[in-house]
C-alpha cells in the first residue's frame, strides 16, 4: 500500500471496504483515460468535466452490478441520491458517454477484478 493511498482510507463517513472499493474502480477509471484522479478529488464537489464523468461511470457502476443501493451510493459520494439516478440515467441518454461506457466496463471485465463488499 502507498503512503497516500493510507491517508485517503481515513475519509470521514467512508468505511475502509467502500473506500476499497471506490480506490480499485478509479484506478481502473484512470487506466482507461490515462488521467490520474484521485478519490479526494473525485469526491469534492467540482464540475470539472472529467471529475464529473468519473464519478457518473463509477456510480452507475456500482448500481449496475448490484454492489450498493442508490442512498448508500450517495453517502459514499457525499451527494443526493437524485444526483445518482441523474448521473445513471445521463449516460444512457448520451450516446457518447454510453459508448465510452462499456468500454469502461470492458476494461473492468479485463482485469476480472473482484468488487465484492
Not at 56 to 74: D, G, N, P, S, V
Not at 95 to 102: A, K, V
Not at 109 to 117: F, P, R, V, Y
Amino acid at each position: 500500500m502507498q503512503p497516500s493511498e493510507f491517508k485517503i482510507k481515513r475519509i470521514k463517513g467512508i468505511s475502509v471496504a467502500h473506500t476499497d472499493m471506490l480506490l480499485r474502480l478509479l484506478r481502473c477509471y484512470n487506466d482507461f483515460t490515462q488521467d490520474d484522479i484521485g478519490l479526494s478529488e473525485l469526491l469534492q464537489r467540482s464540475r470539472y468535466r472529467r471529475l464529473v464523468e468519473a464519478r457518473y461511470f463509477i456510480m452507475k457502476y456500482l448500481h449496475e452490478q448490484r454492489l450498493i443501493t442508490y442512498q448508500k451510493i450517495a453517502s459514499l459520494f457525499h451527494r443526493n441520491h437524485a444526483t445518482v439516478l441523474y448521473g445513471v440515467k445521463l449516460i444512457d441518454t448520451i450516446p457518447y458517454l454510453r459508448s465510452r461506457y462499456r468500454l469502461f466496463v470492458q476494461r473492468i471485465e479485463n482485469k476480472k477484478m473482484n468488487l465484492k463488499i
